[in-house]
């Protein structure tokens, strides 16, 4: 492989782990604050945040696994390198939006203490673009 495909390969881990980490930010202030206001309220404060919190993860792991894949790949290095900027792209992006969805979703749950399943199958329909992304990019590879 060469210097150009070892950057593809790089490069969609990072950018899939900025995604990761802007997601995490923004769906953990959510949670935060939500917990901020169940105790100030007197109400407990429900732990289950920490999923819609930690949801954005995930797609640090899949750019992980596809740069492994693109590694072993032997493809062309501008071949690699369009793949690893695109997808980690897609996955960054996937990931704010998870983010925000899970922001949204800890709101929900903390002011309501309902809808739980439903929340998360939003956040998943998120995670769904990630998974995709990962899977037809290997395809490539």
Not at 17 to 25: F, L, N, Q
Not at 29 to 57: D, E, H, M
């Amino acid at each position: 492989m060469d210097t150009i495909g070892l950057l593809g390969a790089g490069l969609v881990l990072g950018i899939a782990a900025v995604g990761s980490a802007i997601g995490i930010g923004i769906a953990s202030q959510a949670a935060v604050g939500a917990w901020k206001r169940c105790y100030l309220s007197n109400k407990p404060a429900p732990f289950i945040l920490t999923v819609f919190a930690g949801a954005p993860l995930t797609q640090t792991i899949y750019g992980f696994l596809l740069m492994q894949t693109m590694i072993g790949s032997g493809k062309s290095g501008f071949l690699l390198l369009g793949i690893g900027i695109a997808s980690g792209l897609g996955m960054a992006f996937s990931a704010i939006a998870q983010g925000q969805a899970g922001a949204a979703a800890a709101d929900a749950q903390s002011a309501t203490g309902k809808g739980f399943s439903q929340y998360l199958m939003v956040v998943g329909l998120c995670e769904t673009i990630a998974l995709f992304t990962m899977v037809f990019s290997m395809i490539v590879c």
